[in-house]
C-alpha cells in the first residue's frame, strides 16, 4: 500500500509537442503531421505552417471552406518521472474547452468521447499514465459532417442559415452569421492540463458577495472532491478577515457567511468606483494546504424593477437602490478563432467601450462563453454583463444527447460567473421566443419541440439552485409575465404578453435597417432596447488589407465576400439616399455609408434617451466584428473605431442636449423640445439657449430658458413656435446650448440643403511624441465633421468624432499613436478631415 503526504495540487499545463494531421476527408495538404498549438484551432496551425492564406482576405474563406469537412487529429507525448506519478495519489486530465465533436485517446485506451464546446471536461486517469512517454491523441470529426447528422437524428427545424448549428454544441457564429466569416474550425481551443493531488481538491467554489447596511457579509460555497478521508478544513481571507471552515467528516462540500464590518459597494462606470475584493480560498488537509484558489468580488445590491405602471411593465436596472440607465452594446467573439484573443486585446476592447461612456456589454448567445480574462476586465472597469446563454435565431431540439449537454454547460458556466459583481442578467437565448412566435416556426416545427423547456423550466431551475441572487430572463427580446403553457393548445404556448411588445420589458428594433428609414426610430417609445443597429463598412486601412480587389468597387468580389447581410449592400444604398445621394467613387461611398451609420444609431440613441425615465436603456448592435467586414460593429475586425463609435460617445455622454418632435408619430406636423439628460451625480442650474441660425452663421430667432435639473434626471424644454418655425429649410439649423454641450435639428435632408465647402483651416500641436491636437476652425458651417485618422497611420486614433461647427467655431482633436510629423496638410486632406458637406452638390 503506498502512502501519499500532503502534497499540495500541481497543474502541468499540456501546452507542447502537439501536432495535427488531416485523418479523413477532402483534405487539402496530404496528411502529413504539422506542429500544433494548443490552446488553438486547425486553421492557426495550418496557417503557421504556410499551408493556407489567411482567411479573412479576399475569397479565401470559400477557399477553405473543405477544413470544416476534414476529421482532424491532434497528438502529443506526455514525459511524466516515476518521481511524478509516484508523489500524488491522483492524477487528472483536464480540458478547459475543445471544438467540438473528439475522441480522447491516452496510451491506446479512450477515455472519453465529447461534442460539447461550451463546457470543461476532467477524467480521471491515474491507472492509465505510465512512468516514461504517455502518448495522448485528441480525435476531432469533422463539425460540418457531425451537425448534419445530428440535424436528421434529432429532427431539422428553423434556422436562419443553411448549416444545422443548432444540432451541434458549438458557436453558433462559426457556422457564418449576416456579419461573421464561416470557419467550422477544430482544436483544443482552451487550455489542457494535468492535474495531480492527494487528499482532496477545491472542485467547485461559489461565492456571493451580498451587502448588509455599511458592511457586508460573502457567501461561501465551497464543493470537494475527497481521495482520502483525511480531515479537512477551508480557510478564505477578504479584506482583513480570514475564517477557517472545518469540513465535517465524509462530507464533500462547505458552505459558510463571512462577515464583514465595512466594504465599500462596486458600482458601475459612470455612478461610482467598481471597487472589488481579493478573496483568498485555501483547502487544508491537517496542516498543509492542499488546494487554493482566488477570486475577486465586489459587494452590490443589483435587481430589475418590471412593476406594471401605466404604460406598461418598464425593465430598469438598479443597483445599490440607484436607477441605472442602460448604456451598452451586444458584443461577438472578438475573432472567429476566440483562442487568439489574449488579455490584453480584451483589455483594449473593453476600454474602448468604457471611454465611449458605455456602462453595459452583452454578450450574444450565437457566440461563446467569454473567458475569465474578458470577466476580471469587465468588472474592473465598471462594465456590466448581460450574458445570454447560447441558444440564437433557432429552434433547438430538446431530446438527447442535447439535453444532458445543455444542462451540463449551464450548471457550469452559471457557477462560473455566478460570483460576478458585473453580471447584470443571465438570458436564455436570443430572439429565440420571438421567432417562435413570429417566424412561421409554428408551421415548419409541426409539433417538435423548440426549446421552451431549457428557458422556461431548465435555465430558471438552474439559477435558482446555482445562483438565486443572480436574475434571469427566459429570452432577449422579453417580455415580464411571458411565460410557457405545455398543456396548453396542440403543442403548448407562449404566454403573456408578445416577446418583442415595446410596451413591456426588452424589445429589438430591427425594422429600420431591413425595410424602414431610421427617422422612424422616432415612432417607437420602447420600455428598453436590447438590439437595434445600422451597417457600415469598416475603416479604410482594415478594408484595404483584407480586400485587394482591382478596382474595387460596392460590388467587387471581395467587398461581396465581406457583405453578408442579406441584401446588405441594397439595404446600405436604400437606407442612404433620403440623406445623401450615392456617390460614385469607392472613397466616398465608403465615408457616406459609415457617416450614414453613425446619423442613424445617433438618431435612434438620442430619441430613446430623450423617453427617460419610460425609456430605461438601449443597447446597440454591435461593439465589435471578428473579422474584416461590413457590419454593424462600431469597432472593426482590426480594432479600429468608425465614426459610428463616436455616435455612441456622444448618445451617451453623462450630459446630453438633443431636439426632438414633441409628438413623434407626426413628426413632420410636431413642435419641437430640446431634451436635457443629466446622468451625472450633480445637479445642474443654467440657461439654456435657443437659437435658429443659419448656414451663413447668422441668428434669425433666439431665446434663453432658465432651466434646473436634478442629477440622474431628464428635463423637456418646449421650443418657442418662433424659433422652431423654419424660414429656409434648406439654409438653417436649430441649436440647443445647455448643460455645457449642444444639440442640433436639422430642418431638412442633408442631400437637399445648401451645405457648401466649409473652408477648414487647421492648427497642429505637438502634445508628446506621437501625440498632437489638431484645432479645426469652420469658414463656414461643417456638418458632423470628423477625422479619419487612419488615413494618417494605420496606428492613429482620435478622440472624438462627429463634430458640427458653425461659420468661426474650432474645435479641438487628440490625435494619438502617429509616427513622425503630423502637419496641417495632412489633417486637412480631404480623405482625413471628412464631413457631410462632401456628399453634398
Given at each position: 500500500?503506498?502512502?501519499?503526504?500532503?502534497?499540495?495540487?500541481?497543474?502541468?499545463?499540456?501546452?507542447?509537442?502537439?501536432?495535427?494531421?488531416?485523418?479523413?476527408?477532402?483534405?487539402?495538404?496530404?496528411?502529413?503531421?504539422?506542429?500544433?498549438?494548443?490552446?488553438?484551432?486547425?486553421?492557426?496551425?495550418?496557417?503557421?505552417?504556410?499551408?493556407?492564406?489567411?482567411?479573412?482576405?479576399?475569397?479565401?474563406?470559400?477557399?477553405?471552406?473543405?477544413?470544416?469537412?476534414?476529421?482532424?487529429?491532434?497528438?502529443?507525448?506526455?514525459?511524466?518521472?516515476?518521481?511524478?506519478?509516484?508523489?500524488?495519489?491522483?492524477?487528472?486530465?483536464?480540458?478547459?474547452?475543445?471544438?467540438?465533436?473528439?475522441?480522447?485517446?491516452?496510451?491506446?485506451?479512450?477515455?472519453?468521447?465529447?461534442?460539447?464546446?461550451?463546457?470543461?471536461?476532467?477524467?480521471?486517469?491515474?491507472?492509465?499514465?505510465?512512468?516514461?512517454?504517455?502518448?495522448?491523441?485528441?480525435?476531432?470529426?469533422?463539425?460540418?459532417?457531425?451537425?448534419?447528422?445530428?440535424?436528421?437524428?434529432?429532427?431539422?427545424?428553423?434556422?436562419?442559415?443553411?448549416?444545422?448549428?443548432?444540432?451541434?454544441?458549438?458557436?453558433?457564429?462559426?457556422?457564418?452569421?449576416?456579419?461573421?466569416?464561416?470557419?467550422?474550425?477544430?482544436?483544443?481551443?482552451?487550455?489542457?492540463?494535468?492535474?495531480?493531488?492527494?487528499?482532496?481538491?477545491?472542485?467547485?467554489?461559489?461565492?456571493?458577495?451580498?451587502?448588509?447596511?455599511?458592511?457586508?457579509?460573502?457567501?461561501?460555497?465551497?464543493?470537494?472532491?475527497?481521495?482520502?478521508?483525511?480531515?479537512?478544513?477551508?480557510?478564505?481571507?477578504?479584506?482583513?478577515?480570514?475564517?477557517?471552515?472545518?469540513?465535517?467528516?465524509?462530507?464533500?462540500?462547505?458552505?459558510?457567511?463571512?462577515?464583514?464590518?465595512?466594504?465599500?459597494?462596486?458600482?458601475?462606470?459612470?455612478?461610482?468606483?467598481?471597487?472589488?475584493?481579493?478573496?483568498?480560498?485555501?483547502?487544508?488537509?491537517?496542516?498543509?494546504?492542499?488546494?487554493?484558489?482566488?477570486?475577486?468580488?465586489?459587494?452590490?445590491?443589483?435587481?430589475?424593477?418590471?412593476?406594471?405602471?401605466?404604460?406598461?411593465?418598464?425593465?430598469?436596472?438598479?443597483?445599490?437602490?440607484?436607477?441605472?440607465?442602460?448604456?451598452?452594446?451586444?458584443?461577438?467573439?472578438?475573432?472567429?478563432?476566440?483562442?487568439?484573443?489574449?488579455?490584453?486585446?480584451?483589455?483594449?476592447?473593453?476600454?474602448?467601450?468604457?471611454?465611449?461612456?458605455?456602462?453595459?456589454?452583452?454578450?450574444?448567445?450565437?457566440?461563446?462563453?467569454?473567458?475569465?480574462?474578458?470577466?476580471?476586465?469587465?468588472?474592473?472597469?465598471?462594465?456590466?454583463?448581460?450574458?445570454?446563454?447560447?441558444?440564437?435565431?433557432?429552434?433547438?431540439?430538446?431530446?438527447?444527447?442535447?439535453?444532458?449537454?445543455?444542462?451540463?454547460?449551464?450548471?457550469?458556466?452559471?457557477?462560473?460567473?455566478?460570483?460576478?459583481?458585473?453580471?447584470?442578467?443571465?438570458?436564455?437565448?436570443?430572439?429565440?421566443?420571438?421567432?417562435?412566435?413570429?417566424?412561421?416556426?409554428?408551421?415548419?416545427?409541426?409539433?417538435?419541440?423548440?426549446?421552451?423547456?431549457?428557458?422556461?423550466?431548465?435555465?430558471?431551475?438552474?439559477?435558482?439552485?446555482?445562483?438565486?441572487?443572480?436574475?434571469?430572463?427566459?429570452?432577449?427580446?422579453?417580455?415580464?409575465?411571458?411565460?410557457?403553457?405545455?398543456?396548453?393548445?396542440?403543442?403548448?404556448?407562449?404566454?403573456?404578453?408578445?416577446?418583442?411588445?415595446?410596451?413591456?420589458?426588452?424589445?429589438?428594433?430591427?425594422?429600420?435597417?431591413?425595410?424602414?428609414?431610421?427617422?422612424?426610430?422616432?415612432?417607437?417609445?420602447?420600455?428598453?432596447?436590447a438590439e437595434f443597429g445600422w451597417q457600415g463598412p469598416p475603416t479604410w486601412t482594415t478594408l484595404t488589407r483584407a480586400i485587394s480587389d482591382d478596382p474595387l468597387t460596392p460590388e467587387s468580389?471581395?467587398?461581396?465576400?465581406?457583405?453578408?447581410?442579406?441584401?446588405?449592400?441594397?439595404?446600405?444604398?436604400?437606407?442612404?439616399?433620403?440623406?445623401?445621394?450615392?456617390?460614385?467613387?469607392?472613397?466616398?461611398?465608403?465615408?457616406?455609408?459609415?457617416?450614414?451609420?453613425?446619423?442613424?444609431?445617433?438618431?435612434?440613441?438620442?430619441?430613446?434617451?430623450?423617453?427617460?425615465?419610460?425609456?430605461?436603456?438601449?443597447?446597440?448592435?454591435?461593439?465589435?466584428?471578428?473579422?474584416?467586414?461590413?457590419?454593424?460593429?462600431?469597432?472593426?475586425?482590426?480594432?479600429?473605431?468608425?465614426?459610428?463609435?463616436?455616435?455612441?460617445?456622444?448618445?451617451?455622454?453623462?450630459?446630453?442636449?438633443?431636439?426632438?418632435?414633441?409628438?413623434?408619430?407626426?413628426?413632420?406636423?410636431?413642435?419641437?423640445?430640446?431634451?436635457?439628460?443629466?446622468?451625472?451625480?450633480?445637479?445642474?442650474?443654467?440657461?439654456?439657449?435657443?437659437?435658429?441660425?443659419?448656414?451663413?452663421?447668422?441668428?434669425?430667432?433666439?431665446?434663453?430658458?432658465?432651466?434646473?435639473?436634478?442629477?440622474?434626471?431628464?428635463?423637456?424644454?418646449?421650443?418657442?413656435?418662433?424659433?422652431?418655425?423654419?424660414?429656409?429649410?434648406?439654409?438653417?439649423?436649430?441649436?440647443?446650448?445647455?448643460?455645457?454641450?449642444?444639440?442640433?435639428?436639422?430642418?431638412?435632408?442633408?442631400?437637399?440643403?445648401?451645405?457648401?465647402?466649409?473652408?477648414?483651416?487647421?492648427?497642429?500641436?505637438?502634445?508628446?511624441?506621437?501625440?498632437?491636437?489638431?484645432?479645426i476652425t469652420a469658414g463656414g458651417l461643417v456638418r458632423d465633421l470628423t477625422l479619419l485618422v487612419d488615413r494618417l497611420d494605420p496606428d492613429a486614433v482620435v478622440d472624438?468624432?462627429?463634430?458640427?461647427?458653425?461659420?468661426?467655431?474650432?474645435?479641438?482633436?487628440?490625435?494619438?499613436?502617429?509616427?513622425?510629423?503630423?502637419?496641417?496638410?495632412?489633417?486637412?486632406?480631404?480623405?482625413?478631415?471628412?464631413?457631410?458637406?462632401?456628399?453634398?452638390?
Open positions: 500500500m503506498t502512502t501519499f503526504t500532503h502534497a499540495r495540487l500541481v497543474r502541468t499545463p499540456l501546452t507542447t509537442g502537439w501536432q495535427v494531421h488531416a485523418a479523413s476527408g477532402p483534405a487539402q495538404v496530404g496528411t502529413d503531421p504539422i506542429p500544433a498549438t494548443a490552446p488553438g484551432v486547425v486553421h492557426l496551425d495550418l496557417l503557421r505552417a504556410g499551408l493556407i492564406p489567411d482567411p479573412y482576405l479576399d475569397d479565401n474563406e470559400s477557399a477553405l471552406a473543405w477544413i470544416g469537412l476534414v476529421d482532424w487529429t491532434y497528438r502529443t507525448t506526455v514525459s511524466l518521472s516515476d518521481d511524478v506519478l509516484a508523489a500524488s495519489a491522483r492524477h487528472d486530465l483536464v480540458f478547459d474547452g475543445l471544438d467540438t465533436v473528439a475522441t480522447i485517446t491516452l496510451n491506446g485506451e479512450v477515455i472519453a468521447e465529447v461534442a460539447n464546446q461550451h463546457r470543461s471536461y476532467r477524467f480521471d486517469v491515474t491507472r492509465i499514465l505510465i512512468a516514461g512517454d504517455n502518448e495522448l491523441t485528441v480525435a476531432f470529426r469533422s463539425p460540418v459532417r457531425h451537425a448534419n447528422a445530428q440535424s436528421i437524428a434529432l429532427g431539422v427545424r428553423p434556422r436562419p442559415y443553411p448549416l444545422p448549428y443548432d444540432a451541434i454544441r458549438k458557436s453558433a457564429c462559426s457556422f457564418g452569421w449576416d456579419w461573421g466569416i464561416a470557419t467550422y474550425t477544430s482544436g483544443i481551443w482552451r487550455e489542457a492540463r494535468l492535474e495531480s493531488w492527494s487528499d482532496a481538491r477545491l472542485a467547485q467554489v461559489s461565492l456571493h458577495a451580498q451587502p448588509e447596511g455599511s458592511g457586508g457579509v460573502l457567501w461561501v460555497h465551497a464543493g470537494l472532491e475527497r481521495a482520502a478521508s483525511e480531515s479537512l478544513s477551508v480557510t478564505v481571507r477578504v479584506g482583513d478577515v480570514t475564517e477557517v471552515l472545518e469540513v465535517a467528516p465524509g462530507a464533500e462540500s462547505v458552505q459558510a457567511g463571512v462577515r464583514l464590518g465595512a466594504v465599500e459597494r462596486w458600482w458601475p462606470a459612470g455612478h461610482g468606483e467598481p471597487v472589488l475584493y481579493d478573496v483568498e480560498i485555501s483547502l487544508s488537509s491537517g496542516d498543509a494546504v492542499v488546494d487554493t484558489t482566488s477570486r475577486r468580488v465586489g459587494f452590490r445590491d443589483l435587481r430589475w424593477d418590471t412593476t406594471p405602471d401605466a404604460a406598461g411593465t418598464p425593465f430598469t436596472l438598479v443597483v445599490n437602490d440607484q436607477p441605472i440607465y442602460v448604456k451598452g452594446v451586444n458584443w461577438i467573439p472578438d475573432d472567429a478563432f476566440p483562442s487568439r484573443v489574449d488579455r490584453d486585446r480584451y483589455r483594449s476592447r473593453l476600454q474602448q467601450a468604457k471611454d465611449a461612456n458605455l456602462n453595459l456589454i452583452r454578450v450574444w448567445g450565437g457566440g461563446i462563453y467569454e473567458s475569465e480574462d474578458f470577466y476580471d476586465l469587465a468588472e474592473e472597469l465598471g462594465l456590466l454583463v448581460w450574458q445570454d446563454f447560447l441558444f440564437a435565431c433557432a429552434a433547438y431540439a430538446e431530446g438527447e444527447p442535447l439535453r444532458s449537454e445543455i444542462e451540463a454547460e449551464a450548471r457550469e458556466n452559471i457557477s462560473r460567473l455566478a460570483h460576478r459583481a458585473s453580471l447584470a442578467l443571465l438570458t436564455g437565448n436570443n430572439e429565440n421566443t420571438w421567432g417562435y412566435e413570429d417566424w412561421g416556426w409554428k408551421t415548419a416545427l409541426d409539433g417538435k419541440s423548440w426549446g421552451a423547456h431549457y428557458y422556461y423550466e431548465l435555465f430558471p431551475a438552474l439559477v435558482a439552485e446555482l445562483a438565486p441572487h443572480v436574475p434571469y430572463a427566459p429570452g432577449s427580446p422579453f417580455s415580464p409575465g411571458g411565460g410557457w403553457d405545455d398543456a396548453a393548445g396542440e403543442h403548448g404556448v407562449q404566454t403573456g404578453p408578445h416577446p418583442n411588445d415595446e410596451t413591456h420589458g426588452s424589445m429589438h428594433l430591427w425594422e429600420q435597417w431591413n425595410r424602414r428609414d431610421w427617422p422612424t426610430y422616432r415612432d417607437h417609445r420602447p420600455r428598453f432596447v468580389p471581395g467587398m461581396i465576400v465581406h457583405q453578408k447581410a442579406a441584401d446588405g449592400n441594397a439595404k446600405l444604398t436604400g437606407g442612404l439616399v433620403s440623406h445623401y445621394r450615392v456617390p460614385e467613387d469607392i472613397e466616398t461611398w465608403h465615408w457616406a455609408m459609415q457617416l450614414n451609420q453613425a446619423n442613424a444609431v445617433s438618431c435612434a440613441l438620442e430619441w430613446f434617451r430623450s423617453l427617460a425615465p419610460h425609456n430605461a436603456g438601449a443597447i446597440v448592435w454591435q461593439l465589435n466584428d471578428c473579422w474584416p467586414v461590413t457590419s454593424w460593429a462600431a469597432i472593426d475586425g482590426d480594432g479600429r473605431e468608425k465614426p459610428l463609435y463616436f455616435a455612441l460617445k456622444n448618445a451617451f455622454a453623462p450630459r446630453t442636449v438633443s431636439i426632438q418632435p414633441e409628438d413623434a408619430e407626426q413628426p413632420a406636423d410636431a413642435g419641437l423640445v430640446a431634451v436635457l439628460s443629466n446622468d451625472s451625480a450633480e445637479a445642474w442650474e443654467g440657461d439654456v439657449v435657443l437659437r435658429r441660425v443659419g448656414f451663413d452663421g447668422q441668428e434669425r430667432a433666439e431665446a434663453s430658458v432658465p432651466v434646473s435639473i436634478d442629477a440622474r434626471s431628464t428635463v423637456r424644454i418646449a421650443i418657442p413656435a418662433d424659433i422652431a418655425s423654419v424660414g429656409d429649410t434648406d439654409r438653417e439649423v436649430l441649436v440647443a446650448e445647455g448643460l455645457g454641450t449642444r444639440g442640433v435639428w436639422w430642418f431638412g435632408e442633408p442631400r437637399d440643403s445648401a451645405l457648401t465647402d466649409p473652408s477648414l483651416s487647421a492648427e497642429v500641436a505637438a502634445v508628446d511624441d506621437g501625440t498632437f491636437d489638431v484645432t472624438r468624432g462627429l463634430v458640427t461647427l458653425l461659420p468661426g467655431e474650432q474645435a479641438t482633436f487628440r490625435v494619438s499613436d502617429v509616427r513622425g510629423i503630423l502637419s496641417v496638410a495632412d489633417v486637412l486632406r480631404p480623405e482625413v478631415a471628412r464631413s457631410g458637406n462632401q456628399l453634398v452638390g
